[in-house]
T-cell receptor, first 112, second 110 residues
Framework: NAGVTQTPKFQVLKTGQSMTLQCAQD?????MSWYRQDPGMGLRLIHY???????DQGEVPNGYNVSRSTTEDFPLRLLSAAPSQTSVYFC???????????FGPGTRLLVL | GEDVEQSLFLSVREGDSSVINCTYT??????LYWYKQEPGAGLQLLTY?????DMKQDQRLTVLLNKKDKHLSLRIADTQTGDSAIYFC??????????FGKGTRLHILP
């Protein structure tokens, strides 16, 4: 039981490049979410999903896309990276939106 | 709006009690949480409280909830150096969103 896994651990992008941050969980959790963590800003919710095929926007969704084609995976896509997207990204999952969230180890993204 | 407020920094002497405070906005929140983040790591749930409770105790941790003032606190008794971390308050909303505060960095003085 690996819990929540995220890849890559670290990524450097140039402005305008695209990439996908991967997130997977093996706990059969319905609820998954993406957060970004910036100094002095805490954790801000980007997008979340209450189940396969369902996604919704969080506090800071602009510049990010998500999809939830399976229960296990919840990738986060940056279509055209900007320096303002330099951050640490955390994926989390839980059985429902009300229960304990389990966090992945994070992906550190640097956009030049 | 949806907002969770915390003070950003708290400094406490080893052995004393730490009290971390949080205010939230949504009176319909059902669950309120405290998460801990150690340096370079993800977040781990410390404890949570249902909105119909006033208090929850778990070993050295005591959570107090004042629904009237929308105020949540986390008390850590006998604070140790291993308690040094960032503590996040979070609330869940009816649409299953979970919103976090900015985090309180707890610094332990010898």
């Amino acid at each position: 039981n690996a819990g929540v896994t995220q890849t890559p651990k670290f990524q450097v992008l140039k402005t305008g490049q695209s990439m996908t941050l991967q997130c997977a969980q093996d706990m059969n959790h319905e609820y998954m979410s993406w957060y970004r963590q910036d100094p002095g800003m805490g954790l801000r919710l980007i997008h979340y999903s209450v189940g396969a095929g369902i996604t919704d926007q969080g506090e800071v969704p602009n510049g990010y896309n998500v999809s939830r084609s399976t229960t296990e995976d919840f990738p986060l896509r940056l279509l055209s990276a900007a320096p303002s997207q330099t951050s640490v990204y955390f994926c989390a999952s839980s059985r429902t939106g009300k229960e304990t969230q389990y966090f992945g180890p994070g992906t550190r993204l640097l956009v030049l | 709006g949806e907002d969770v407020e915390q003070s950003l920094f708290l400094s406490v002497r080893e052995g004393d009690s730490s009290v971390i405070n949080c205010t939230y906005t949504d009176s319909s929140s059902t669950y309120l949480y405290w998460y801990k983040q150690e340096p370079g790591a993800g977040l781990q749930l410390l404890t949570y409280i249902f909105s119909n409770m006033d208090m929850k105790q778990d070993q050295r941790l005591t959570v107090l909830l004042n629904k009237k003032d929308k105020h949540l606190s986390l008390r850590i008794a006998d604070t140790q150096t291993g308690d040094s971390a960032i503590y996040f308050c979070a609330e869940s909303f009816r649409d299953d969103k979970i919103i976090f505060g900015k985090g309180t960095r707890l610094h332990i003085l010898p």
